[in-house]
């Protein structure tokens, strides 16, 4: 056999590994973190703490591949769609909704073309979005934790106090973070919400600058979410 040939089977071999490997820690992360919850139990406990860590290593090498995005494309061509346009632009723009990939959520943004549609395939994200140096994208998964609340006990580090909202006339939560990724400072907004069906999470981020005039954007984004029928 070529050693071309070999070697490019081999790369698939090794991504596919990789990505079953992947998929299984998730899987028992997801048991173990509904078990602990329900149950009280030590044992499932230290189990979903465990897992959770590659998860969250995983997560912070995405964000981390996200911010160098976004410290190398500051100086150069638009990263963004089409229609360039302008924060205020968005503010009043006609919104478009866009449905979830594996849950009948929806949640809406105003100029569409003008976000850049990102893949987020090796990543935490069912949909992800950018505008110039802004990123919005949405977690959703079909087991539910309880609450909002219990969402944000469950991330504690580096927030500032969480404030109860109405999206879709139910209650969420939002809060604030901080952090700074190679070098790159970004602040964050999380919006989220939970229930005995579903958990969902908005999280949108850019540089601290330009987080307060972009911030009505990602309010706005976030109050278009539709939760499944």
């Known amino acids: 056999m070529d050693n071309s040939i ?8 090794g991504a596919v590994l990789v990505v079953a490997i992947v998929v299984g820690v998730l899987v028992l992360f997801i048991i173990a973190l509904v078990k602990s919850i329900k149950t009280g139990r030590k044992g499932w406990i230290i189990t979903a703490s465990i897992s959770g860590i590659p998860i ?16 190398r494309g500051g100086a150069s061509a638009p990263i ?20 979830g990939s594996n ?9 569409i073309d003008s976000w850049k549609k990102l893949d987020p395939s090796n990543g935490a994200f069912d949909q992800l979005y950018n505008f110039h140096d802004a990123y919005l994208g949405v977690i959703a998964e079909g087991i539910g934790v309880g609450t909002p609340q219990r969402i944000c006990e469950l991330s504690q580090k580096n927030l500032t106090s969480a404030q109860p909202m109405q999206i879709d006339s139910h209650p ?7 952090a700074t990724v190679s070098g790159v400072d970004l602040k964050y907004r999380f919006y989220v919400f939970a229930d005995a069906n ?15 005039k972009v911030n009505p954007v990602f309010d706005r984004v976030a109050q278009s979410f539709k939760l499944p029928k």
């Open 6 to 13: 070999a070697y490019q089977i081999g790369e698939v071999l």
């Open 56 to 71: 969250a290593a995983f997560l912070v090498l995405f964000l981390l591949s996200m911010a160098l995005n976004i410290s």
């Open 80 to 99: 963004f769609g089409a229609s360039s346009g302008s924060v205020s632009d968005l503010l009043t723009a006609s919104m478009t909704p866009v449905p």
């Open 103 to 111: 849950i009948g959520y929806q949640i809406s943004y105003p100029m």
């Open 172 to 178: 969420w939560l939002t809060y604030d973070a901080t």
């Open 198 to 212: 579903y958990t969902f999470q908005i999280i949108s981020w850019t540089g601290p600058g330009a987080f307060d």
